[in-house]
Each structure stands twice: as structure tokens, then as C-alpha cells.
């Protein structure tokens, strides 16, 4: 029998957000988590996603990584990312706005264990710690796929971002909450 969380994991995995924002989803899922009494936070993030087949590198994308390598962002929005964080595990809600054609097969939410070891041995990623390391083979190609988040508490601007006002994400919290308790009871 499951326990809360593997159902509430199974649950988030079937529902697939299709917004782009990190701030109003990840909030929008701690808060659902929170209200159906499993612990959750989010954490801001940096996240290196690479793809690679035969051992060369195929394609490389970083999120929250401007500030980390020196290249100062000037755009209107927050440069980070934002992840929720349960016993054992991270949720990456906006996985999907990440797709490329090297990993277009993956999960539109990753969920992975937190926590993993991986030595990182290039000099380019930042010197943060690895919170979850997900790592797969895509079925049709081979390549072989990493995201890697590592903890940037301190790019905490998202607290200022209009998707911190609980208001905005209400109405998705109680739609998700409907649907568990249809599913749940």
C-alpha cells in the first residue's frame, strides 16, 4: 500500500502543468502538498541539463546560471529557477519548458530522489551543492541525459515576483485539491 507522498508523487506525475512559470508552480505545489499534510518547500536552484551520446557532448542548457558565470541578466523577469522539496525527493514542475530535440522525451514534471552523488569533474558548473542529480537513456537515440540542480538560496528574488502573492495561485490549488480528494477521497 502507498504511503501519502508516493500517492501525491503519482499524482503531480499524471497531471502536467503546461504553464512557464517556476515561481507559480512550484509555489502552486508546495502549497497543494502542504494542504493534503505532506512536508514541502521550495528551494531556488540553479539547473545544468546536458545530453550526450558515445561520451560527446550533444547539447548543454542552464537555468539560473548567468549570475554563476558572470553574464549579468537585464531581462524583466527573475533569473533563477524554483523546485519543490519533499522527504527524499525534488519536484521540478516546469520541467517540460526545458525540452529540446536531444531530450524531447522526458517527463513534462521530473521527479527524482534528492540527494544523489555525483562528482562533478568540470571546471564550468558552479561550485554549489548538488541537491538531485536525474540521469536516463533516451529509448530512441542513446544519448545519455543529466539534469543536475544545485542549491542557490541566495538568488532568492523570486520573493519579490507577483507569483509569490498567494491569491494568484488559488484557484490551480483548488482544482488539484478537487481532483485528489475525487481520487483520494
Same mark, same amino acid.
Given at each position: 500500500?502507498?504511503?501519502?507522498?508516493?500517492?501525491?508523487?503519482?499524482?503531480?506525475?499524471?497531471?502536467?502543468?503546461?504553464?512557464? *512559470?517556476? $515561481?507559480? @508552480?512550484?509555489?502552486?505545489?508546495?502549497?497543494?502538498?502542504?494542504?493534503?499534510? !505532506?512536508?514541502?518547500?521550495?528551494? #531556488?536552484?540553479?539547473?545544468?541539463?546536458?545530453?550526450?551520446?558515445?561520451?560527446?557532448?550533444?547539447?548543454?542548457?542552464?537555468?539560473?546560471?548567468?549570475?554563476?558565470?558572470?553574464?549579468?541578466?537585464?531581462?524583466?523577469?527573475?533569473?533563477? *529557477?524554483? $523546485?519543490? @522539496?519533499?522527504?527524499?525527493?525534488?519536484?521540478?514542475?516546469?520541467?517540460?519548458? !526545458?525540452?529540446?530535440?536531444?531530450? #524531447?522525451?522526458?517527463?513534462?514534471?521530473?521527479?527524482?530522489?534528492?540527494?544523489?552523488?555525483?562528482?562533478?569533474?568540470?571546471?564550468?558548473?558552479?561550485?554549489?551543492?548538488?541537491?538531485?542529480?536525474?540521469?536516463?537513456?533516451?529509448?530512441? *537515440?542513446?544519448?545519455?541525459?543529466?539534469?543536475?540542480?544545485?542549491?542557490?538560496?541566495?538568488?532568492?528574488?523570486?520573493?519579490?515576483?507577483?507569483?509569490?502573492?498567494?491569491?494568484?495561485?488559488?484557484?490551480?490549488?483548488?482544482?488539484?485539491?478537487?481532483?485528489?480528494?475525487?481520487?483520494?477521497?
Amino acid at each position: 500500500m502507498k504511503n501519502k507522498l508516493e500517492n501525491a508523487l503519482e499524482f503531480l506525475q499524471g497531471i502536467g502543468f503546461t504553464g512557464t *512559470h517556476c $515561481i507559480f @508552480t512550484s509555489l502552486a505545489v508546495r502549497d497543494f502538498l502542504r494542504e493534503i499534510g !505532506v512536508k514541502a518547500d521550495v528551494r #531556488s536552484v540553479a539547473l545544468i541539463v546536458t545530453a550526450a551520446h558515445q561520451g560527446l557532448p550533444l547539447h548543454r542548457l542552464g537555468v539560473g546560471m548567468n549570475k554563476l558565470w558572470d553574464d549579468p541578466y537585464e531581462g524583466p523577469n527573475w533569473d533563477g *529557477h524554483l $523546485i519543490v @522539496t519533499v522527504p527524499g525527493y525534488l519536484i521540478d514542475s516546469t520541467f517540460h519548458t !526545458v525540452r529540446r530535440e536531444a531530450w #524531447s522525451w522526458t517527463p513534462d514534471i521530473l521527479i527524482t530522489k534528492r540527494g544523489t552523488k555525483l562528482q562533478i569533474k568540470e571546471s564550468n558548473y558552479p561550485a554549489l551543492p548538488i541537491v538531485a542529480c536525474a540521469s536516463m537513456i533516451s529509448p530512441a *537515440h542513446q544519448y545519455q541525459f543529466q539534469a543536475v540542480w544545485f542549491s542557490y538560496t541566495r538568488n532568492n528574488g523570486w520573493k519579490t515576483a507577483p507569483d509569490f502573492e498567494p491569491t494568484r495561485r488559488q484557484g490551480l490549488i483548488s482544482e488539484m485539491l478537487e481532483e485528489w480528494r475525487r481520487r483520494h477521497g
